[in-house]
């Protein structure tokens, strides 16, 4: 096959610039809002290289964003002739406000893997002009298809290339292949829909309801007169009617239309919304509202399914699907509405329901590449120790679903300045909240302690050693550098320093023997001796049922907890589905589907029966009417669809469709299907080979599977799997 | 006196945002020629923050280079009253492409001190929504005015302001003191200049002669017909007549007129030259050719002066003082030809030529924040270990000249964690040269080993650790805060473990006791054990002349390098200017100056009468002729302006005039006058008070000074001298 050319870049620089035009998109009420955390910048200058073997000279047409030079064998050419015979090929590019990208596409020169970029090329000079030294190089960074090669096939189908009157600001790409397409045109494609319904409450007043919570841009087609519009956008239909409560508007002066993208109908920002609600002040008027809906594309063809015999989980489902959907964008963020930011404790439940959905590699490695940002670490991943720790556990997850050792290789580095941090901050080897430091675990409706040594913190970082000690012997597998093995080594030693004492501490600290339970925390005051602090004994979900996820607990110790915290109801219960999420799949290791069936038809389905059209940060199916629409002390503060909403995709596929990899990439695979109440269930799996597709009624199962090597289990028995042909097996 | 509003930013981030315009504007033979080091980046979001106290309320106005949000006791504002009563203000602003950079000049709020800025708020919101923490606040950078008042004062009488016309791409400014001359158009100002004649050689080709080095813009009057210039530059009237050799060129097509700012006559890019030489293609044609000279602004009545009885040592002052004014730009750089890069080891030359010339410590600050740029460490500053040292070493002197602690203050943070990689790198406590590290040391006619470990390095790593204790100890003395002094005593304790044990080391190691001189190196691999390498018996003036120079030689081993080394003619001459630079110094230190008089009318003396109107990077009287252009293998790589050129500044200020500060700040000085063999001299000193006059012939001294308490020290007497006296002594 034919080598494609396409934009390279510093690797994670691409992310870190988008990720602050994504982050920096929230507004509330009219004032941007961007995030508590430092935001980084790519290199502004950096030095493309490759070595080229041509038969005969070769004309190069460089694209670049940059100012550059070129040199062939580190002289400075301005002929662009690359003559035959082995070169040296550097092109230094200097771009301050967006990130230095390079693209070349002559008939074997061509921009793509086997380049290298270093950001100091560390060269110094002799007294005679000859030039030494050399800077740190790694491979460059570029879009690659997705593992399942969906975003490429999918652009060309789907995605509105070249589309720019559609897209505001920009072209709709993934793929950056041509000259025309480079890094910071970015943008995601869009496509036009129509409001379902409006009222009209007077002449100058109206609402519009778009059927279903959705994204993008809002089109004022014929805007006239003199005045302004108010614009006020809704995820509720009582939100957008309270404009001095909703959290986002828009005022349009409709002579200077200030707030358009020139030459077009279209708003500026994007919103998220179901009902819009439109003032017309002065003359101000228009003949027709539609919007821009805008989308990460995907091919519907390799994407998950599910269905079953159960409509209301069918509905569950596809609610979660669609919720996924609108908060998988440049990258996975939280809420579409309100924070728009990425966030780490978020996004690792996206990649987990995203491998049994989109199998969306890209946009996995992207916010992972952007949450970490660049060097100094100053902060936690969005100051949260709990989301340094899910960052950490997120890679090795990203590796056993997509096998990319090329990505742990990217990462280590970063990986290591990370926990350097985290190793400095430990008190007596636990890990404690320091003054600036906020200790997330959950929100809660009950008063829960922050401060001092969580035993839930220790299980997350227990869990990143194991992570970081995973990563760093796969890379040393695959290296043959014994300097780098011999770095590598170093690492495994300091980690496992840490990691070996961790459980006795944790154990000694916090179980408690008698009661079959973790407790809560140490209140020690920052930087003191443990001792100094009270035991605070209050029991809650979180520790006891990372201690089983993450497979701390003993079996005894874990069947204990089930009993006396998961299942007790005098444990407190968890109200955000965030935590729902880990709380329903610690049941599912435990066989209990049965059960969290019921819950997400009782949790999920009472959503729905409110008529979510996405699934929401919190639900307490306590509240009534309008008490479903507040949070953070504003009554529309929270935000109607979450990805953390969406988490029933990862629990039906992984322990009701049971499909997950055994080896990296899935390159061996497990089956495990539990009906788990249902009368027959079926669905596909997306892996980085293609599909695995399980059917299951209560006489038989079966599966399909375009590769890898699997195995069929269902009770004590276990059947292999060859590819691409059908088993069944009858009960 | 009524304070005075002036943008504010990150502090540091100007400078280094900045420095990649200045270092990116090298260009060789038409190609962009950005530095070989890493190049950092502003923080593209930052809060700004201050806390009011109002006795009424009051409107504010913001002038923004970024999007910004206001907040008010942390409530997003978009009616911008601030109500009375005590406030905490914060304006958070993003900004990719330029420093995020803030103006209010309200009537009683107003940016500037007072003022603090983080990178990081670090803020987090409980359940109720409550905001928690904060990130680290920093005092903001801005533009201050010069210790002696000189910037501000000179701007408003000389500069340019609002001449947009006169200044290519923006408006000539220091002070950023209004709204319209925000940090992002921070330029130079310009003056035209004519050529003082020409030559022409047919009707397609001439030379210009500007009379002397210059630099600026080109500017092209009347410019008409259709093809293109070609513009050969030299800063010799050979280097522009040779066009297939000269540095620097511009090709500039006519009808596109891609390299003339729109609706000017005026050339973007600036360059170096005394010479210019014109082709003109096709019916390409113009009227006239002049130039703006561009420059940093200096109060002449407020610079340093000299005068004496002889002519030629006058003369060598004049054009001292002209090559470092034209090397004193937005930074000091090295040359103005070709580098034009902000090169460490020339800077803390140029700052204490500055510190007896024009006395511009907002340069000086300005250099020094852009050569450390930001954090992490990855290299050498300039890639030149040397570089580094003299880093540390130059902020001490600063402040020994302006007494500046905010400054020292502001700078220890990167001072640490710049000494921890120097820490990171040391084999057994010594400062050896890593693969990629540049060993500068100078530019030698004679071999000379630069790897392994350089007794040179030692006494420079020596320097910097005392120039790092002193910080660390005089900021100790001028803070109250307990946990910075617990921080501040473990650096002092760090470093004194390093430092403690260097002298005896370099002893043992280096000198050689029979002989009375320090040896050149051990030539030992990287990282391997000293005992590994041969002893390297060169004997060279660097290790030597800097063992006295730094105080680091006891009077006897001082005396014995004179002899041995400094005034040994077996030993190889040193034939750059920046080694002379320390030589004569060394020589002064030890009442040389007829010596060293001497040797100026030779060395620099040789110059002027080989036609230089500036002085050069390196002089060799043996060669002839265009030999003298000649470097790096390349016939014009020398250039004939650069800024280590000027040192007779320094020799004839602090040991002829002989005025140097006692106590930081010039609070306490001495003069220690030396005619040195000249009849008569007289001439100023510029302190942060004003100037310090010194006037001696073989009779008499009188000194005069704007301030601080003094002491004339003659022979072994010692007069005081009181601020705003006359005060003469006869011999």
């Known amino acids: 096959m034919e080598k494609k050319a396409t934009w390279i870049w510093y690797p994670g620089d691409f992310e870190v610039w988008l990720g602050n035009r994504f982050n920096n998109r929230r507004t509330e009420r009219g004032s941007m809002f961007p995030p508590f955390w430092k935001q980084d910048s790519h290199w502004p200058t950096v030095v493309f290289a490759t070595t080229v073997q041509l038969e005969q000279a070769e004309d190069i047409r460089i694209f670049c964003e940059g100012q550059y030079n070129v040199a062939i064998d580190g002289s400075l050419k301005s002929m662009l002739n690359v003559p035959a015979g082995k070169h040296r090929l550097t092109v230094k590019v200097w771009n301050q406000a967006t990130p230095p990208a390079l693209f070349i596409d002559s008939p074997t020169i061509k921009t793509g893997e086997g380049w290298e970029v270093t950001f100091e090329d560390k060269i110094w000079i002799d007294e005679n002009g000859v030039a030494h030294g050399s800077g740190i190089y ?9 593992a399942d090669g969906c975003a490429a096939a999918t652009l060309r189908g789907v995605a509105h290339y070249g589309c720019a009157a559609a897209t505001p600001g920009g072209i709709a790409h993934y793929t950056f292949d041509s000259p025309d397409t480079p890094p910071s ?4 494609p869009t496509k036009p829909l129509r409001p379902v319904c409006c009222d009209s409450f007077s002449t100058s007043s109206s609402l519009y309801d778009f059927g279903r919570e959705t994204f993008g841009f809002l089109c004022i087609h014929g805007l006239r007169g003199e005045g302004l519009l108010r614009i006020y956008y809704g995820e509720s239909r009582e939100e957008a009617l309270d404009h001095d409560h909703c959290e986002t508007l828009d005022v349009c002066p409709v002579s200077r239309a200030s707030c358009m993208v020139p030459g077009q109908p279209t708003l500026h920002g994007s919103k998220a919304f179901r009902y819009v609600s439109i003032e017309k ?7 027709d509202l539609t919007m821009l809906y805008e ?12 269905r079953c015999s159960d409509d209301e989980l069918n509905r569950i489902w596809e609610v979660s699907a669609y919720t996924l959907d609108l908060t998988t964008r440049e990258f996975f963020c939280d809420g579409i509405k309100r924070d728009r930011w990425v966030w780490s404790g978020d996004a690792i439940q996206s990649y987990l329901m995203n491998y049994y959905l989109r199998f969306d590699t890209e946009c996995v490695k992207r916010t992972i590449r952007q949450l970490r940002g660049k060097d100094p670490v100053t902060t936690h991943v969005n100051t949260i120790m709990d989301y340094t720790f899910y960052w950490f556990i997120s890679i090795w997850q990203y590796y056993e679903y997509t096998g990319d050792v090329a990505f742990l290789h990217e990462m280590f580095p970063k990986m290591k300045t990370l926990m350097d941090f985290v190793l400095s901050r430990l008190n007596n080897g636990l890990a404690e909240g320091k003054a600036d430091d906020w ?16 035993c839930f913190e220790q299980l997350l970082l227990w869990k990143s050693f194991e992570a970081m000690l995973n990563i760093t012997s796969t890379i040393y597998q695959h290296t043959d550098n014994a300097k780098e093995k011999e770095l590598l080594n ?9 990691s070996d004492r961790l459980p006795a501490k944790i154990r000694e600290l916090f179980y408690d023997k008698k009661e079959g339970v973790f407790l809560h925390a140490i209140e020690n005051e920052e930087g003191e001796d443990l001792s100094s602090g009270e035991l605070n004994r209050q029991v809650t979900k979180f520790p006891n049922m990372f201690a089983i996820l993450y497979n701390f607990a003993t079996t005894e110790e874990a069947l204990s907890i089930l009993k006396n915290v998961l299942l007790n109801p005098d444990v407190p219960p968890i109200t955000t589905p965030y935590m729902r999420f880990y709380e329903l799949e610690t049941l599912c290791k435990y066989g209990l589907q049965q059960q969290v069936l019921r819950e997400m038809k009782s949790y999920w389905g009472g959503m729905l029966r409110e008529g979510a059209t996405s699934f929401w940060e919190k639900y307490n199916p306590e509240e009534k009417g309008t008490e479903h629409l507040a949070m953070y002390g504003r009554p529309y503060g929270k935000s109607l669809c979450h990805a953390w909403g969406a988490s029933p995709l990862y629990i039906i596929g992984r322990y009701f469709l049971g499909v997950g990899p055994v080896k990296p990439g899935y390159e061996e695979y497990e089956v495990r299907p539990v009906l788990g109440g249902l009368e027959w269930m079926e669905g596909d799996v997306p892996t980085p080979f293609g599909k695995i597709h399980v059917k299951m009624d209560k006489k038989s199962v079966t599966v399909h599977s375009d590769g890898g090597q699997g195995k069929l289990i269902v009770g004590e028995k276990s059947i292999d799997i060859p590819a691409n042909e059908k088993v069944t097996f009858y009960f």
Chains 1, 2 share one sequence.
Not at 296 to 302: G, N, S
Not at 439 to 447: A, L
Not at 490 to 498: A, I, P
């Open 138 to 146: 790694v491979p460059v960074g570029h879009a690659s298809e997705r």
């Open 185 to 188: 045109k970015f943008r995601l």
């Open 281 to 287: 002040e002065g003359t101000a008027d228009f003949d």
């Open 295 to 306: 989308y990460a594309p995907f091919a519907p063809e390799k994407s998950g399914s599910f």
């Open 439 to 454: 200790i997330f675990v959950d929100w809660t409706d009950f008063p829960m302690h922050k401060r001092g040594t969580l």
């Open 490 to 498: 170093d690492c495994l030693n300091r980690y496992l320093l840490f």
